[in-house]
C-alpha cells in the first residue's frame, strides 16, 4: 500500500470514529429520555390502572403492549359454568383469541371475571371447556370454540349485538385502545353518550 493510500484510509477511519462518538453520545442522550418516558408511563399507569385490593388481575403492562380494557361500572360478575359458557359464546363470534383477548372482550360485553385471580379463574375455565371438548387450544395461552353445539346442561349465552365500551373498532377481537383515534368517535363506557370534547 503507498503512503498516500495509507493516508487517505487513515483520513476515513478517523472521520467514522469521530462520527461513531457523536452517535454514541446521541445513544446515551436518547436512552436517558427513554428512561424518564418509562418512568413517567409507570406513574400514568397507577393513577390509570390502580390495583384492585381484592383481585390479583391483569394490569397493563408500561409500554409496548395494548392494556386490557377496564370493565364498565355495573358489569355483571361471571365465575363457574356462567363464565366458560360467556367465553364460548365470545370465542364462537369472534373465532380464536388469546387469553388477553378474550378478557379484554368479557370486560366489552359488560361482564367481569368475579374471582380474586381473575387470570387464573379465565385459564382454569378454558382449560376446562378444553378438557370438555367444548374448546380446543391452538396453541399457549390461545383457544378456539368447537363447532360442535354445546352439551344440553351447557347453555349457550346470548351476546350484546356488539361489545361495548370505551374502544369499539373494526375488529372486535383486538381490545386495543388505540385503534380508534378520533376523539369525535369516543363514547362513555357502556352508553351511548358522546365524550366530552378535550378542554
Given at each position: 500500500?503507498?503512503?498516500?493510500?495509507?493516508?487517505?484510509l487513515q483520513?476515513e477511519?478517523?472521520?467514522?470514529?469521530?462520527?461513531l462518538?457523536?452517535l454514541?453520545?446521541?445513544?446515551?442522550e436518547l436512552s436517558?429520555?427513554?428512561?424518564?418516558i418509562?418512568?413517567?408511563?409507570?406513574d400514568?399507569?397507577e393513577?390509570?390502572?390502580?390495583?384492585i385490593?381484592?383481585a390479583?388481575?391483569?394490569?397493563?403492562?408500561?409500554?409496548d403492549?395494548?392494556?386490557i380494557p377496564?370493565a364498565?361500572?355495573?358489569?355483571?360478575?361471571?365465575?363457574?359454568?356462567?363464565?366458560?359458557?360467556t367465553?364460548?359464546?365470545i370465542l364462537?363470534?369472534h373465532g380464536?383469541?388469546?387469553l388477553v383477548?378474550?378478557h379484554g372482550?368479557?370486560?366489552?360485553?359488560g361482564?367481569v371475571?368475579?374471582?380474586?385471580?381473575?387470570v387464573?379463574?379465565?385459564?382454569d375455565?378454558?382449560a376446562y371447556?378444553v378438557?370438555?371438548?367444548r374448546?380446543r387450544?391452538v396453541e399457549?395461552?390461545?383457544?378456539?370454540?368447537?363447532?360442535?353445539?354445546?352439551?344440553r346442561?351447557?347453555r349457550?349465552?346470548?351476546?350484546?349485538?356488539?361489545?361495548?365500551?370505551?374502544w369499539?373498532s373494526?375488529r372486535?377481537s383486538?381490545?386495543d385502545p388505540?385503534l380508534?383515534e378520533d376523539?369525535?368517535s369516543?363514547?362513555i363506557?357502556?352508553t351511548d353518550e358522546r365524550s366530552?370534547?378535550?378542554?
Amino acid at each position: 500500500m503507498s503512503w498516500w493510500a495509507r493516508v487517505d484510509l487513515q483520513v476515513e477511519r478517523d472521520a467514522l470514529l469521530h462520527r461513531l462518538e457523536r452517535l454514541d453520545d446521541e445513544l446515551e442522550e436518547l436512552s436517558r429520555e427513554r428512561q424518564a418516558i418509562v418512568a413517567a408511563l409507570t406513574d400514568l399507569r397507577e393513577l390509570l390502572y390502580p390495583p384492585i385490593p381484592w383481585a390479583k388481575g391483569r394490569r397493563p403492562p408500561d409500554v409496548d403492549h395494548a392494556p386490557i380494557p377496564p370493565a364498565t361500572e355495573g358489569s355483571t360478575a361471571l365465575s363457574g359454568r356462567d363464565l366458560r359458557a360467556t367465553c364460548l359464546s365470545i370465542l364462537r363470534r369472534h373465532g380464536v383469541l388469546s387469553l388477553v383477548e378474550l378478557h379484554g372482550l368479557v370486560h366489552r360485553y359488560g361482564y367481569v371475571i368475579g374471582s380474586r385471580r381473575p387470570v387464573t379463574a379465565l385459564s382454569d375455565a378454558m382449560a376446562y371447556e378444553v378438557e370438555q371438548q367444548r374448546a380446543r387450544r391452538v396453541e399457549r395461552g390461545v383457544y378456539a370454540a368447537v363447532d360442535a353445539p354445546p352439551r344440553r346442561r351447557h347453555r349457550p349465552v346470548t351476546l350484546p349485538r356488539e361489545p361495548h365500551g370505551v374502544w369499539i373498532s373494526a375488529r372486535p377481537s383486538a381490545p386495543d385502545p388505540d385503534l380508534d383515534e378520533d376523539p369525535d368517535s369516543w363514547t362513555i363506557a357502556g352508553t351511548d353518550e358522546r365524550s366530552p370534547p378535550p378542554g
